[in-house]
């Protein structure tokens, strides 16, 4: 995982790069079957673009400024994916399916607290051939809850005492993204300052270069 000071890099090797050197390279080999997003296997027959769109994958506690950061792509032309506004996970991989298909760029506005969340758009990303990459919100506990507790009208989590042990839960049970996820970048947001600088850098980002 990079440092939030450093341009996006590739810390892992991409599947483009594995699959040109090591033909044993396997993207979903440590992924358990029942985690695999019910889809993908309709993704096989589809035409891919000749330039691979990208998914970032947003990671970090409830009221950790990850849909903040994810208003701010859409503005840029991102499609965003969020399971508090389509209701369902089955919703938001059809969603998901249907925009890297026409070649937009996706961020998934969940809190992917685990490897297990992750690998579910890790594998449509797979069979799409689209960059991963993934921003890790790594905003304190106290403060998300701080946020939650003075925020009105959000749809799922409203201020309450149960909000604040939904956070606290998500913390203990928090697994940061890390390289054996095969996911091709990794960048952290742990003050304002790196919100602004981590958003310039995705939106100057080339994955072709």
Known sequence: MTDSSQRFANPVTTRTQASSTDS??????????????????????????????????????????KSTFAAQLV????????????????????????????????VIDRCNFNVQQRSIWIQIAFYR???????????PPNECIRRIMNRANHPTLPPSEQAKAIVQRTAQDF????RSEAIDWCRIIRKDSDFQRVYKDLLEFNPID
């Open 75 to 106: 503005e840029q032309g991102w499609c965003r994916i969020s399971q508090d506004e389509l209701g369902s996970r089955q919703r938001c991989e059809l969603e998901c399916i249907t925009a890297l298909t026409h070649g937009l760029n996706v």
């Open 175 to 178: 697994e940061p993204p890390s």
């Open 129 to 139: 051939r689209a960059v991963v990459g993934a921003i890790l919100f790594a905003t």
């Open 24 to 65: 044993s390279y396997s993207h979903t080999s440590n992924i358990p079957h029942r985690y695999l997003p019910l889809h993908c296997e309709a993704l096989r027959d589809i035409e891919l673009s000749r330039n691979p769109p990208q998914l970032v994958l947003l990671s970090g506690l409830q009221g950790s400024g």
